[in-house]
């Protein structure tokens, strides 16, 4: 099973609302991430997470919080968002232990839309 | 200022020919380079990946070629098909670390 997936696959959003997007795999993966993806732009690392431990966050605005309850589960909240934020939100995983077990997998995304 | 580029944004080839899509990058510390393929609506798709270590690696009819020296490295299909029309990016990273920085993709567009 190479599947990530995420969920929801589209959310619209006011800037005053508080929503969250979860991500989960089951390949055993200690490592997961999530990207930023605005249209004909290359994904952008917002946050990884190492061992269910924050390890990597690349000056996000605290209105986006990470959350790893557990290995097979990420969750990015979101609250007071602002219309540039939308989106598409991805989701990877990997193996943390260096060379080509690193190789990210990821999910189809979750499209943001902030009105 | 891009770490990796990818500067051609498009790339149109006949199907049963070669497609070579190229990608450079600036920091001499990257020693592991992905190649991803878009489709739309979808995430990133694993293709191949290539370490510093080596300067070819194949999976059937994908081929990525290091030059170190050069901070270049490219993909080539062969044979193209109209499947493989997709936006392909090129991701580096430094340490075999977890921060990939990707670059700005090519659209491969197959014609049949």
């Known amino acids: 099973d190479t599947e990530v997936t995420q969920t929801p696959k589209h959310l619209v959003m006011g800037m005053t609302n508080k929503k969250s997007l979860k991500c989960e795999q089951h390949m055993g993966h200690r490592a997961m991430y999530w990207y930023k993806q605005k249209a004909k732009k290359p994904p952008e690392l917002m946050f990884v997470?190492?061992?269910?431990?924050?390890?990597i966050n690349e000056s996000v605005p605290s209105r986006f919080s990470p959350e790893c309850p557990n290995s097979s589960l990420l969750n990015l909240h979101l609250h007071a968002l602002q219309p540039e934020d939308s989106a598409l939100y991805l989701c990877a995983s990997s193996q943390p232990s260096g060379g080509a077990r690193d190789t990210q997998y990821f999910g189809p995304g979750t499209r943001l839309t902030v009105l | 200022d891009q770490q990796v580029k990818q500067n051609s944004p498009s790339l149109s080839v006949q199907e049963g020919r070669i497609s070579i899509l190229n990608c450079d990058y600036t920091?001499?510390?990257?020693?592991?380079f992905l190649w991803y393929k878009k489709y739309p609506a979808e995430g990133p798709t694993f293709l191949i990946s290539i370490s510093s270590i080596k300067d070819k690696n194949e999976d059937g009819r994908f081929t990525v070629f290091l030059n170190k020296s050069a901070k270049h490295l490219s993909l080539h299909i062969v044979p193209s098909q109209p499947g493989d029309s997709a936006v392909y990016f090129c991701?580096?990273?430094?340490?075999?670390?977890?921060?990939?920085?990707f670059g700005p993709g090519t659209r491969l567009s197959v014609l049949p």
């Open positions: 997470y190492s061992y269910e431990k924050l390890s």
């Open positions: 991701a580096a990273s430094a340490n075999y670390g977890q921060n990939f920085v």
């Open positions: 920091n001499s510390m990257f020693d592991y």
